[in-house]
């Protein structure tokens, strides 16, 4: 049989039964998972009807004939919020969407009309899609999984620049006190643990990115346990290992190492194990916009963040995701989210600056042979491009609502290509504004390049 | 050997090493259980100092030298929040600590002499103390598990009175509108689901506590879950049984049938299983005054979740609890809480009282030898007793503060002896106030018989 009669053949076949695909969304607090999401469930759902996916191949040919959702395979998981989600669209003034606290899950259910081969008609198949949305703070987390906790609490005190040193302060000063031989009491440990969570949260505040561990942050129900209770320890490394080894079971060294064992075993793994290890598609937000109006110390932070991230899709044979859990996602994009808050000129900047923001971790996954695609979108479009005249020239601005309800016609300002060098800082050239979403009353929500990230992340399997 | 040498024999081996025991504390909210454990812990650790624990032999010998916090086995467990319940008790004016939601653990070390053994000086041995506090609605859903969907469907719309019934009223139109057969979307399963949740809300707002499923009023990390999202089906029973199981899988019924189960075998179980099993001695709380106060339905109801919760408890050969889970409780002690709230010559009757009010489940506990005893106590007194005059007689009264700091001095009434009958409610002799906790720094925390419930629950691990 000729090889591509092989491959129509088993085309066929594949269309006469229910096909499934798990689609995970993530991104770091901010990028803009819930919107994402919501506009995503709300495409498809308007898809044939009033829905803008011309960059959506099967919905382009008028083969999507709609999306209902059905009940999640695990009962156990979160539903993720849609209906909250276009509430808080549709309010009057419309708001902004709650963002999610850790993993949550929809399934839907796509019909449509399989293409024509050699000319049969299409039949009518259908696609199971699970769409899975979770913190992307919990891939910062998989790192944790090379070290023990000496090479980690080593690895911790090395990363902090002058601003985090800052928020780290109070912590530093009282963990200073002790001695890692000391047998300290279980209050003082949640005291002391309560401090270093505490510069986490206020680091977070300020804008930085690169938090760990990842659960600290959002804590759920281990709220108070104390596998959330232990911090790196200043002044000792791997010099002292062999004396730290030696200490007795209820000094601080041991206490802490013991804790972050079971962090390590009981937080971290499960995840990977249970849920990551299932997803088919990924994609990750990035908020570069946000990042490249919070200064350079922060976006340098972003950057670091974004490269612990992506290891998480390093299939390479001997990295360690693959080492541990065997993955089977095959296919992945990364996005640069918010997209209408700069004009529609500097939309390829934005995705050359997301490409060299991650350019490590796209050549390793390159070379490691999952393919990887670079977006900048706009999940809910809150703008309108005009054109405003400064000087007698002609220029491109956006208008729409700040949060506040005021009107706003303004130009953010150019993006940079590539890494902003120490002129753009110094310029402070981007003015990063945010706006409210446009009323939208039961129509398809209004959106930059949704469509072509569906198309490559769920387009194959719609043919 | 004579058989008291073989036993005296056996307690000398059993010193030698260091013993364990799991004393887990749980009733139904606002039983007590915080200010409970806060108080054991504290009377603990001030044995020797300044506690009064005269009705604890080993305090009473002066043989119980101190307690220690260590770290809690269960790394993955929120640790009891003692520091925070102190620090409100501390605080001015005093507060009573946050109510805890969910399990929390707790692990002390004792440190007593032993008894002295024919003419032999006692030695020093050590008892590991874990204490286990959770939350009594969750051994209200034990029942569900002799049940399938259907009757358990059945077994809680018989139950509503007149009051619970009002509160449903939302739920109950709603859920009217739908056939077994429907396929119903899964955002209105959400919305009828969400009503169902509410309706139990607000009823244990209005005081009743028979409230089922427990965890649809403490989700935790389920929040939004398919597991929390079913609900009872009006108008179908045991007669419609071949029907209904022959509906398709998506029908309305075999959607909550699905979900129903889940929640047994992932929910109710796992507490049992991981959990429950391994404690080896319990004391359930309850406010019985609170229930006085609330009127006859609720009392009934209170009665009625008693009942209910008891029967986790119930380890004879044939139980439902010890069919499946095999416990291992030797030793149960129900106590009426709050008794500070009454003058004490009425402190008999409480007991009294309590005893009927569990006298069925007390029947069956002592047929399966299971040693039980009713205490009433005050974990931390907020009042004095004082003698006033009225109409020239002298009788017994209450001083103290009332939650807004105001002084007060009454009398609350008499409690009755036995389950109050209809002549008890028209009287409504009974007027519950809330008192403040007493300002204390750093002293031993006042108690009523925190002492004799002590001695009940581990004076035989402190020979």
């Known amino acids: 049989m000729p090889r591509h009669l092989t491959h129509e053949l088993r085309n066929l076949l594949d269309r006469g ?21 919501t506009s995503l469930v709300n495409q498809l759902r308007h898809a044939g009807i009033d829905a803008r996916l011309d960059l959506l191949k ?65 039949d009518t198949a259908t696609l199971t899609l699970d769409l899975i949305d979770y913190p992307g703070e919990w891939l910062l987390d998989l790192p944790l999984l090379e070290h023990d906790f000496l090479s980690w609490s080593e690895s911790q005190l090395r990363r902090t620049g002058p601003e985090r040193q800052q928020h780290a302060e109070a912590w530093r000063t009282a963990v200073a006190r002790h001695r890692p031989d000391e047998e300290v009491d279980e209050s003082r440990l949640a005291e002391l643990a309560d401090l270093y969570a505490t510069s986490l949260r206020r680091a977070r505040e300020a804008g930085f990115s690169h938090l760990q561990p990842g659960r600290f942050l959002l804590p759920g ?34 206490t802490l190492k013991k804790r972050f064992r079971f962090y390590q075993q009981h937080v971290v793994k499960p995840f990977y194990r249970e849920h990551f290890r299932r997803f088919d598609r990924q994609i990750v937000l990035v908020d570069v916009l946000g990042a490249l109006n919070a200064g350079p110390e922060r976006f340098e932070d972003l950057s670091d963040a974004l490269a612990t991230l992506m290891r998480s899709f390093d299939y390479g044979k001997r990295s ?43 050549k390793d996954l390159r070379y490691a042979d999952v393919p ?37 016609l303004l130009y953010p300002g150019d993006v940079p290509d590539r890494l902003p060098e120490n002129e753009f800082w110094q310029r402070q050239g981007f003015d990063f504004t945010a706006f409210r979403p446009v009323p939208c009353r039961s129509q398809a929500l209004p959106h930059i390049r949704m469509d072509a990230a569906l198309e490559w992340l769920m387009g194959d399997k719609l043919r």
Chains 1, 2 share one sequence.
Do not use: M
Not at 17 to 34: E, H, I, M, N, P
């Open 221 to 254: 129900d281990l709220q108070g346990a104390p596998v959330l209770q232990f911090f790196p320890l200043p002044g000792v490394g791997e010099p002292d290992r062999q004396a730290l080894e030696a200490l007795p079971a209820h000094s601080l060294y041991q």
């Open 320 to 362: 360690l995701i693959n080492r541990l859990f065997s993955p089977r996602i095959d296919r992945l994009a990364i996005a640069a989210t918010k997209a209408d808050h700069v004009t529609p000129d500097q939309h390829a900047n934005l995705v050359a600056l997301l490409e060299s923001l991650l350019a490590e971790p796209i």
């Open 17 to 37: 039964r229910d096909r499934q695909l798990r689609l995970a969304v993530t991104g770091l607090s901010r990028a803009g998972k819930t919107a994402f999401l």
């Open 372 to 408: 990887v695609r670079a977006f900048s979108l706009a999940s809910i479009r809150a703008t309108e491009t005009r054109e405003i005249e400064t000087d007698g020239q002609r220029q491109p601005a956006l208008r729409g609502h700040g949060l506040d309800g005021e009107p706003l």
């Open 58 to 122: 099967s919905a382009r040919e008028e083969r999507l004939l709609g999306a209902q959702r059905i009940s999640q395979p695990d009962l156990g998981i979160p539903r993720f919020p849609y209906d909250e989600a276009i509430a808080s669209l549709e309010s009057t003034p419309p708001r902004w969407p709650e963002p999610t606290r850790g993993i949550s899950e929809l399934r839907l259910q796509l019909r449509y009309k399989t293409r024509r081969v050699r000319g049969l008609l299409g």
